[in-house]
């Protein structure tokens, strides 16, 4: 007999039925809540720990979202056949869902807060990535945890001119328009996507559509927690404040930190140290005793100082902490063919923030597996991206990928993969180390990606370019908005809204914000601002390289394709792979063959022209169909007491009868033919018996009665 849970069903907004159930699955976590849609079904349970760790002066959220391959009936292809730590696609949907709730948990709340969220069923229909937002939020909401939620989440897409909610998989891939948004009832809060160059009025446009729904969830969430009990939030006590302290250090130091922040030096460690200097000024009128006491409020409060000082100079003199206007770039330089090895390679530089990006140019046999337990699949278009401890002066250990390095690959790939020819043969890596940070390097990767796939010789369809805006408010209605933030900005500021695109329209975009109730107005002119700057830069990157080369490098490999019969697959791979491993290692090639449509794709990759064009002739002549009454070249293969063996096109053998060989009748071919002998034969037909090709060679021979005539 199960147990009966308390449930409350709504529509989804889309016209599908969602429930949420809590009380029936994980019971001793704090708060778990199971999503249902269809078939689909989402566990989501958060736990939080009682008592926030000693020195702990921030929130450490984990959240980590993984789909069961049980769920959609599958075994995992892994070695250890079993799910490991997680993907980078569960990833990115853990961070999406982390940048959306993070700043509505109460910001002196420091007690360790874990969310779990797993893909338990699914009918393989149903995207589960836009609705683990839904899911965590819910059971935030039946726990005790103090939130200031809740919030949810949709997918737009935008199919035929129409906006779509939460599309399925197969028509998401007709869609121009691919948007992930997270809101509370309020404000939206995050929104992360991919687009074919769409104008900044669409995807505002896609941004309210996904709000209103949005409101309808958040109703729903409200209703389910009274429903479920509606627990009181806990009690907690995570941080000790001293009010007079704060006033004195703000009355001793904001003027001097305002004057500092005015000053608009552009050297970020320059900067750090004049801020530093006015702390460690005011920390010297403490005793030895009393600092030890309350260093840490001390440096908490100054650090307050300085977020009002500096928001206030941009707010009052429009003018930034490097001295620039908030329309300005700050000065670009840019390099193509730096690296002579790479097949395509590209250094771009913006003020303090530098990438160095290589394009790798690979086979069929190189794409990326896609095993995961909704999505299958390959992936021939990688992006990497890689942020050491020296981009920043720090020394930082190399502990593998970080969830942020996937995070800023996974944008950058985004914004290029839309301008990638339908065409390309190749499988396509592209790699992004940073060198110098301070501002969006993520940005950064896209201007130096497209310069490194143009070097390579990609014919990409237009280039791309990004910028990172940012945001500074105050109370009264006051607002700046900042153009290519530097890294202290994105600190301090309201909004971090990275936006790629050509000078068509825009291919992706990421938006967090962490200030309640930003008007439309006010990010509909972050967009347009975000248009000028990326039409500036594209303007600069344009100076080094303004297309892609006509054609790859002189050592880039070669990619040759061609489409043969189905029938014909065969006999180029030949008995156990005989011949097109021999075709392979006497041309120095790798070669697939893939069937599609009832015929097949043969790919030819070789180091240069000589060796793939040695293939494809080889395959050509295997494929290609003899024509009654042409001459060929062929090369004596084996001697029989009927006839000859030769091959009179690449990897086709056909019979030469004695009889076909001289005008005159031989007992025997002894003398006459032998083994590596190149003769000229006449295709004459197929043998309807045996279907071997039929050769003559004395046709092509003076006839005796001929001679005698002559004489």
């Known amino acids: ?99 959306a709730m993070r700043p509505l948990f109460p910001e002196d709340y420091h007690a360790d ?104 969830h958040i109703n729903a969430i409200k209703e389910f927690a009274i429903k479920a009990g509606n627990k009181a939030k806990r009690e907690y006590c995570h941080e000790i404040h001293d009010l007079d ?26 900067r750090a140290k004049a801020f530093k200097a006015i702390l460690e000024e005011y920390k010297s009128t403490f005793t030895a005793e009393e600092l030890k006491e309350r260093e840490g409020l001390i440096k908490k409060y100054y650090h307050e100082v300085e977020y009002d000082a500096v928001r206030r100079v941009a707010l009052d003199t429009k003018l930034r ?3 620039r206007k908030t329309t300005d770039i700050r000065p670009i330089w840019s390099e193509v063919a730096y690296l002579p090895a790479a097949h395509g390679s590209a250094v771009f530089t913006r003020g303090e923030t530098q990438s160095l990006t290589t394009v790798t140019l690979g086979t069929k046999l190189d794409q990326q597996l896609i095993d995961g337990a909704f999505i299958e699949g390959e992936n021939k278009f990688l992006l990497h991206y890689n942020f050491p401890g020296f981009s920043t002066g720090e020394v930082k250990p190399n502990r593998g990928t970080s969830r942020r390095e996937v995070g800023h690959g996974n944008l950058a790939l985004r914004a290029l993969k839309k301008v990638l020819p339908e065409s390309c043969p190749y499988t396509i890596r592209v790699v992004s180390d940073i060198l110098e940070s301070n501002g969006s390097s993520s940005m950064a990767t896209v201007c130096a990606g497209t310069l490194a796939l143009m070097d390579a010789g990609v014919q990409i369809k237009k280039p791309v370019t990004g910028i990172a805006m940012g945001l500074i408010t105050d109370d009264k209605g006051n607002y700046a908005i900042l153009s290519d933030i530097l890294g202290d900005e994105d600190h301090l500021g309201d909004m971090d809204f990275k936006v790629c695109g050509t000078k068509d329209g825009i291919t992706a975009v990421q938006m967090d914000l962490k200030v309640n109730g930003l008007p439309y107005e006010v990010m509909s002119q972050a967009l347009n601002q975000a248009k000028e700057g990326r039409l500036h830069i594209l303007n600069e990157i344009s100076k080094t390289l303004a297309a892609p080369r006509t054609d790859y490098k002189p ?121 590596g002998d190149m003769i000229k034969v006449k295709y004459i037909g197929n043998d309807p018996k045996t279907g071997k090709s039929k050769l003559s060679r004395k046709v092509l021979l003076p006839k005796p009665e001929a001679q005698a005539e002559n004489k």
């Open 1 to 99: 007999m199960s147990q009966l849970g308390t449930t409350h069903s709504f529509d989804l907004g889309d016209g599908r039925i969602a429930t949420l159930e809590t009380g029936k699955l994980a019971k001793q976590a704090d708060g778990s809540v199971v999503l249902k849609i269809g078939d689909t079904m989402l566990l989501a349970t958060v736990v939080s720990s009682k008592e926030a760790k000693e020195g702990v002066d921030f929130l450490p959220l984990t959240v980590d979202y993984q789909e069961k391959y049980a769920a959609a009936g599958r075994i995992p292809g892994s070695f250890f056949r079993r799910e490991a730590k997680l993907s980078d696609y569960e990833v990115l949907i853990s961070r999406i869902v982390d940048r």
């Open 113 to 216: 807060i874990q969310l779990m969220i797993q893909l338990i069923s699914s009918d393989k229909k149903t995207m589960p990535d836009a609705l683990v937002g839904l899911a965590a939020s819910a059971a935030v909401a039946v726990s005790d945890i103090p939130f200031n939620g809740p919030i949810s989440e949709v997918r737009v897409g935008k199919i035929d001119g129409k906006l779509v909610l939460n599309p399925s998989l197969p028509d998401l891939e007709k869609s121009t328009l691919d948007m992930i948004i997270a809101a509370s009832a309020t404000d939206i809060l995050m929104v992360e996507g991919e687009m074919s160059e769409v104008s900044e009025a669409e995807m505002l446009e896609a941004i309210k559509f996904a709000h209103e729904a949005i409101k309808g």
């Open 245 to 270: 302290l704060k006033k004195r250090i703000s009355d001793a130091t904001y003027q001097k930190v305002y004057e500092v922040a005015k000053q608009g030096n552009p050297n970020k460690h320059e």
């Open 321 to 323: 902490l490097d001295g």
């Open 555 to 675: 050592h880039a490999p070669r990619l040759l394709q061609i489409e043969i019969p189905q029938d014909f697959i065969g006999a180029v791979i030949g008995p156990g792979g005989k011949i097109i491993q021999e075709i392979q290692k006497t041309t120095n090639t790798t070669i697939t063959i893939t069937e599609i449509n009832g015929k097949g794709l043969v790919e030819i990759f070789g180091e240069d022209d000589a060796s793939a064009g040695a293939a494809l002739a080889r395959i050509k002549g295997i494929v290609a169909i003899p024509e009654i009454g042409e001459v060929y070249d062929a090369k004596v293969k084996t001697v029989m007491p009927y006839g000859a063996f030769v091959e009179f096109m690449p990897g086709k053998d056909g019979l030469l009868h004695i009889s076909e060989v001289d005008w005159k009748r031989l007992d025997s071919l002894e003398g006459v033919l032998k083994e």
